[in-house]
């Protein structure tokens, strides 16, 4: 909690991928991937409660396999040596996405306000910030979530995303016609010499923050006054295809043996 502020995380996982199917509870380096954006979120001590919303039975089962696992090391090895009389991390729940908000054209933001509305009804815990983590975005750094959360609330923010940068050469299809995309083709730019304002920035889909009252009232996540984290390239990957896929449990095995 930051200046008695209650930070809630949303990961939402649902159910029905159509261009890797089953991703969300597939296993990459050793876990469903879901886990892996559930490990991020309960390291943070910023974040009052994670939730988990899928309408997936098998993520389901991957979030209450990971509580096992936790509190199996809780109970034996780790309590014992670090003699923890509360759980160590922050607390997780599953909680079930209506279909409604769970087909192929649902927003998150859908999702979002119903897990806002649901732990404010069951788990007493009415929130002022609501962090969406996609668990498409694997990889991030220790201290990714925490870094967000700090810069949203020093600034003032009523959102905030991460990015990666690019540069402005872009082209775009227009009917049968490729045309640049705001740049000149014959005075093309060097990279080293292009000023700050003209490279562009991807939203890369793995932090978001949103206050309460931004989201429930414009029902977007990002709006108002935004803030932007850059992230590195491995941090950026969005596991999209099975292409993505490979190269972001390549890219993960990188990190742990770093």
């Known amino acids: 909690m930051i200046s008695g502020r209650k930070i809630l995380s949303v990961i939402t996982a649902r159910a029905g991928s159509v261009s890797v199917p089953g991703k ?11 886990q892996w954006s559930i490990l ?55 909680i079930q996405r209506p279909d409604e908000f769970a087909t192929d054209i649902s927003k998150n933001e859908e999702a979002i306000i119903h897990a806002l509305d649901y732990t404010r009804d069951n788990f ?10 996609q668990p498409t975005s694997p990889i991030r750094s220790d201290g990714l979530i925490q870094k967000c959360l700090c810069h949203f609330f020093s600034d003032g923010f009523d959102s905030l995303f991460t990015a990666s940068k690019h540069t402005p050469l872009f082209f775009k299809k227009i009917g049968y016609e490729i045309v640049a995309d705001g740049w000149d083709i014959f005075n093309r730019p060097m990279r080293q010499g292009m000023p700050e304002s003209d490279w562009k920035w ?12 931004f989201i429930m009232n414009g029902r977007c996540r990002l709006g108002g006054k935004i803030g932007m984290i850059e992230l590195t390239q491995a941090q950026s990957l969005q596991i999209d295809t099975e292409l993505d896929f490979r190269i972001a449990e390549l890219a993960m095995q990188s990190f742990t043996r770093t």
């Open 24 to 34: 969300n509870f597939r296993m990459i380096n050793g876990r469903p991937l879901v």
């Open 202 to 213: 991807h939203d890369d889909g793995n932090v978001y923050i949103t206050s309460k009252d």
């Open 124 to 133: 007493e815990l009415d929130a002022d910030v609501v962090l969406n983590l």
């Open 40 to 94: 991020s979120s309960i390291a943070c001590p910023l974040i009052d409660l994670t939730v988990i919303s899928s309408n997936c039975p098998k993520v389901k089962k991957a979030v209450i396999a990971l509580y096992e696992e936790i509190e199996y090391y809780w109970k034996t090895d780790i309590g014992k040596l670090n003699n923890f009389d509360e759980f160590p991390i922050g607390q997780f729940e599953f």
